[in-house]
């Protein structure tokens, strides 16, 4: 073994062994059906399991962590789902906190809200909105099943009780996905972000998961028409670029994504339900980043532009 792949090789052992990992977790299905997301449906991938993960079920992946002495830096609620759909989310949030000592984020689209205060006294780090308009006319184009009234209704609610009950650091950000059609409404979210104290991120859209690239790549004629409704397809294919090393793949790099019934995905940009990888428990969480399955290898020769 030559000098540079011994260099090669400690850097994949240690970045492994001692490097701290994120959890991307969902813990429930979603309630929305965004036409850019591989639930819309337009792409033809199949997940269709529907359901909540239980307390003690997320309980025993947190003490894997533990018992495998993996450091976690970050725990990160809602991949492909709505975790504020699952009622155990806050006791979900204290838990890791407690046991981890680790930060914890909240990715949701806030069309249902049940238990506002609950989550605020959680421990809760950062709760990130993801809309795409401030006008019901343009947010429904994308987030298909939500309301654009009901997410700001539910912004002040959890505005006035943060005030209310003086809680400190959880932090809001609202996630503006960037659409051809919704430039004006960008400039709305971000007003509204200054009067209310949010964080505004600005987020360029893209062609989301990894089997969506693949089947543009292969069908893209058919693919355009869909697409060039939404994003601009030329400044996409212009970004898009391969992974010419699998190992280098950020996405696999020290980050675990974990169903809501304990299946294991090969990463947070796979949606499919047949590349799922059996249980969590079947694998010790240090080998997880270097499995190289099926659809990593598909990925690593298809042009993707979130890398």
Known sequence: MNLKKIKKHFKRITRNYFG???????????NLRCAMCPRGGIS??????????????FKKIIAKFLRENVNVRRVVFGNWGEPLLNPELPKMITYAK?????????????????????????????????ISGMRQEVYSKNHRGGDIRIVLANISRLLDIKNKKDIKGVQFLLTFHDFIYNKKDSELAMK?????????????????SVE?????HEEKEKAAKFYN????????????????????CKLLNNRVTINFDGQLYRCCGVFDQKYLMGSFFDYRIRNIPN????????????PISFR
Request: hydrophobic fraction near 35%.
């Open 44 to 57: 033809g991938l199949k997940n269709t399991a529907r359901g909540l993960m239980d307390l003690e079920l």
């Open 212 to 216: 969506e690239n693949i089947i543009f």
């Open 291 to 302: 499995i190289r399955s099926e659809i990593c290898s598909k990925c690593s020769k298809t």
């Open 20 to 30: 701290k990992f994120q959890i991307d977790i969902d813990i429930s299905s979603c």
């Open 229 to 248: 409704k939404f994003i601009d397809l030329e400044q996409e294919m212009n970004l898009q670029r391969t992974l010419n090393n699998v190992e280098e």
């Open 98 to 130: 407690d046991k981890l000592e680790t930060h914890v984020d909240i990715n949701t689209n806030l069309t249902y809200l049940k238990n506002p205060a609950e989550i605020l006294e959680s421990g809760v780090d950062i709760i990130n909105i993801s």
């Open 192 to 208: 509204f972000c200054e009067d209310h104290g949010l964080i505004f991120i600005h987020r360029r859209m893209y062609i989301c």
